[in-house]
């Protein structure tokens, strides 16, 4: 078991941004990531419907006989307890309780200032995790994923949609004093959304604290991969392997060969 993959989910190719904290954190584990590229995105899609894609893309990954489940996507962690409870005894983590540590380390006190799809604002899943140490504003940004998936990460663009988003977070009194990035997309507009947040306002995600969690979890199990090996990861996608490849690559931050991203069905 303990050689057996890590699966990694997302909508799309924002979930790869959590594999590379993974990989960097965990070299010798195989890692198998599975972005549902033909029914992205998911920020906009009701509750239901998102439910009965996560648990359709954790069973894919199931089936394939990974030792952990990863929900690379804030937007699918609404499923993650009836994920957990239908996989059981395979051991199931989100991005919503580390990337709310990850907000609370660098301002305990709030006000943290949460940028999310519209169906995790919706859901109110950082708000809940956070809890009451900590105020928490939310702010749906619903063309940060469509951006970030044409690789559209920074200039006139991009500023323009960054800004529109911002005005009103930077707007607020008192101000914010930690900006998350609750969507898993998001990180690849880090430089942009950094320059017009400005430097007095630290910018968090949960690929770091996720991957720590990652680690506990397969430490506290004794599921840890031989610390030889370097598995080369595998990519399974719902819709056009040649394009995750190629843009994936902005996400993951290291070359994606085409020839390991494999179609697959998931209905
Ligand atoms: N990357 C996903 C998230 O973290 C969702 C993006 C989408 O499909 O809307 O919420």
Request: proline share 15%; charged share 15%.
């Given at each position: 078991m303990n050689q057996a993959a890590i699966g990694i989910f997302d909508?799309?190719?924002?979930g790869l941004t959590v594999m590379r904290a993974l990989k960097s954190a965990l070299p010798e584990e195989a890692f198998i990531y599975l972005g549902d590229t033909a029914r992205?995105?998911?920020?906009?899609?009701?509750a239901a419907t998102v439910r009965r894609y996560a648990l359709q893309a954790a069973r894919a990954l199931a089936q394939r006989q990974v030792k952990l489940i990863v929900i690379a996507c804030n937007t699918a962690s609404l499923a993650a307890r009836e994920l957990a409870e239908t996989l059981a005894p395979l051991p199931v983590l989100g991005v919503i309780e580390p990337g709310a540590a990850a907000a609370l380390a660098v301002a305990p006190h709030g006000p943290i200032a949460v940028l999310a799809t519209e169906g995790t604002v919706k859901e109110g899943a950082y708000a809940r995790a956070i809890g009451v140490s900590a105020t928490v504003v939310q702010q749906a940004c619903p063309l940060f994923v469509p951006l970030a998936e044409e690789g559209l990460t920074d200039g006139a663009i991009a500023e323009l949609v960054v800004r529109r988003y911002l005005d009103p977070v930077l707007n607020?009194?008192?101000?914010?004093r930690a900006l998350l990035l609750?969507?898993?997309?998001?990180p690849v507009l880090r430089q942009v959304i950094s320059r017009i947040a400005g430097p007095e306002l630290a910018l968090v995600d949960s690929a770091h604290t996720t991957a720590a969690a990652v680690r506990e979890l397969l430490t506290a199990r004794q599921?840890?991969?031989?610390?030889s090996a370097r598995p080369a990861p595998r990519f399974l996608v719902t819709d056009a392997p040649e394009r995750f490849a190629r843009i994936g690559q902005i996400f993951f931050g290291e070359a994606i060969d085409p020839g390991q991203v494999e179609l697959i069905d998931l209905q």
């Open positions: 909508s799309g190719m924002g992205l995105p998911y920020g906009t899609k009701s607020l009194r008192p101000a914010p609750g969507c898993t997309h998001y599921l840890r991969a031989e610390p």
